[in-house]
């Protein structure tokens, strides 16, 4: 029986965060990179990495249950190098740059992917901007490829 995240609405109340990665997933063409990077990451932190993927409003039942879907298989296939980790899997519906704001409010680390240089929406200098905690901007290439940048 496949296993699907319980959407909640941003700010809603979320399972105790600890020191969690979050690897925050807004389906931007960087999905396995971040998936990976905060697997990597909460791994050799020894933290449990938090999969949230902020969903657009407006969505179809069925399109909500196919992004979903997809973005699980990616957050799997990055667990495959730590089998072991401890993790959550959320969806949230909002606005991707306040919602990983929101979110990450009691994280140690987020992880997303890079903003598009046409972007009109530039979500991940919105989160180096204003998220409290360690924020890491990565690439979507090939999981070996360092970040492009963090901000502690």
């Known amino acids: 029986m496949p296993i699907h995240p319980v959407p909640r609405a941003p700010g809603q109340a979320a399972p105790d965060r600890g020191s969690d990665v979050v690897a ?3 389906h931007d063409g960087h999905t ?3 998936a ?3 697997v990597r990451e909460a791994a050799r932190r020894g933290s449990r990495v938090r999969f949230l993927q902020v969903l657009p409003r ?3 039942e069925e399109a909500h249950a196919n992004v979903e879907t997809a973005l699980f298989g990616i957050a799997v296939d990055a667990l495959r190098a730590a089998p072991h980790l401890a993790c959550t899997f959320e969806s949230v519906v909002g606005t991707p740059a306040e919602t990983l ?3 990450t ?3 140690d680390l987020l992880v997303l992917g890079a903003d598009d240089p046409a972007a009109v929406v530039r ?6 901007a204003h998220c409290v905690c360690e924020v890491m901007v990565v690439a979507d290439a090939g999981s070996d490829r360092a970040p492009l ?3 502690a």
Not at 123 to 128: G, I, K, N, Y
């Open 24 to 26: 925050g997933l807004v």
């Open 32 to 34: 396995a990179a971040v």
């Open 36 to 38: 990976e990077a905060a």
């Open 58 to 60: 407006g969505l179809s």
């Open 101 to 103: 704001v929101e979110e």
């Open 105 to 107: 409010r009691r994280a």
């Open 123 to 128: 979500v991940a200098e919105h989160c180096q």
């Open 149 to 151: 940048s963090a901000r």
